[in-house]
């Protein structure tokens, strides 16, 4: 027989301030506030303001798991810079440096273990191949990839695991290498279906989504393209063609792309991916490119990029389906 609480739901309890971990449909009251309150869920995304950086650039790579831990790293603030800093879902701290300063790198992992490879420095003018593996205190040295190239795709759940795709390789133009880290070394695997640097990328090395950028000479696109582990399959495209955005999501399946540069200017259109298609959500607060990225599609971070000029600012995604408390009030 179902009890009461089954049927009615659970009883109103009075707390002096809002229970840690109250269930969806619990209804109290907070005898502080004086308010009646609901735990629900949100049914919409939506950025809100977080804590600046410490030092504003664009051209960075970041690293982490949601909105509340996440590593940025490298950039053009200008010149380009070594500088690492640790967000704690507050604000963020600066932590031991680069060993190279650069700027259009890639980096993948998390906060306490992720890895920066290839990307740009001048003076000298030169495109790098060096690869950097963070533990959570430091940046080691480590072998390098084998195609020096800016502005790639990359995803990855640590730092040793994870893949790398497309770029710019300079004097020559937009490519499809794809290569995968495996803790020790980069191997050449199948490529992308398009050339193109500008793309981004979410997800691990098994299971990534590939979507944006822009080929040589052509404009920028919507391309989209998903890696199974073996070999890359092209799906639906992005609704706005762009290059150089935001990107954050668990596999293949479920993405977030934000911000981004199009023919025209830079814009703070949010798309969330499926599985099977991109949907338009709402729009970062600041429009921006090459900015660092971090987390999943329901919950992501973006910071920093060029606005322009380069800036500091920081937005958190909360997806659809998140936990919201809502209080009540009568008409």
Excluded: C
């Excluded at 009251?29 to 504003?56: C, F, I, P, R």
């Excluded at 996440?70 to 640790?86: H, I, N």
């Excluded at 650069?102 to 790098?128: C, D, I, Y």
């Excluded at 955005?245 to 911000?259: E, K, P």
Aim: hydrophobic share 35%; glycine share 14%; no cysteine.
């Amino acid at each position: 027989m179902a009890e009461y609480k089954g049927i009615h739901g659970t009883k109103i309890q009075n707390y002096t301030s809002d229970p840690a971990n109250p269930i969806i449909g619990q209804v109290w009251y907070n005898e502080t506030s004086q308010t009646m309150k609901v735990q629900s869920v949100t049914t919409a995304g939506a950025w809100a303001t977080g804590g600046s950086l410490n030092t504003a650039r664009g051209d960075l790579a970041g690293a982490g798991v949601d909105n509340t831990s996440a590593l940025a790293f490298g950039g053009e603030v200008p010149p380009q810079t070594d500088a690492t800093e640790s967000y704690d879902g507050t604000s963020w701290t600066e932590v031991n440096n680069l060993n190279t300063a650069r700027r259009l790198l890639g980096g993948a992992g998390t906060q306490t273990s992720a890895l920066a490879f290839g990307g740009f420095s001048s003076p000298p003018n030169a495109v790098r191949n060096e690869t950097e593996s963070w533990n959570g205190t430091a940046w080691t040295a480590v072998n390098n990839i084998n195609t020096a190239r800016t502005s790639m795709g990359r995803a990855g759940a640590d730092n040793t695991s994870v893949l790398a795709f497309g770029g710019n390789i300079p004097g020559v133009g937009a490519t499809v290498n794809t290569e995968t880290w495996n803790g020790t070394s980069w191997t050449e695997v199948n490529n992308l279906n398009t050339a193109r640097s500008g793309i981004r990328g979410s997800g691990t090395q098994t299971s990534t989504l590939g979507f944006g950028g822009k080929p040589t000479p052509s404009p920028v696109i919507a391309a989209t393209e998903s890696w199974n582990g073996t070999s890359w399959t092209e799906v639906n495209d992005l609704n706005t063609a762009r290059q150089q955005m935001g990107a954050a999501g668990a596999d293949n399946t479920s993405s977030l792309a934000f911000g981004g540069l199009t023919a025209i200017a830079q814009v703070a259109n949010t798309e969330e991916w499926n599985g099977t298609s991109w949907t338009e959500q709402n729009d970062l607060n600041t429009a921006r490119n090459e900015l660092g990225a971090a987390g999943i599609a329901t919950s992501a971070l973006g910071f920093g990029g060029d606005a322009p000029p380069q800036t500091a600012a920081t937005e958190e995604w909360t997806g659809a389906g998140a936990p919201l408390t809502k209080t009540i009030t009568s008409s």
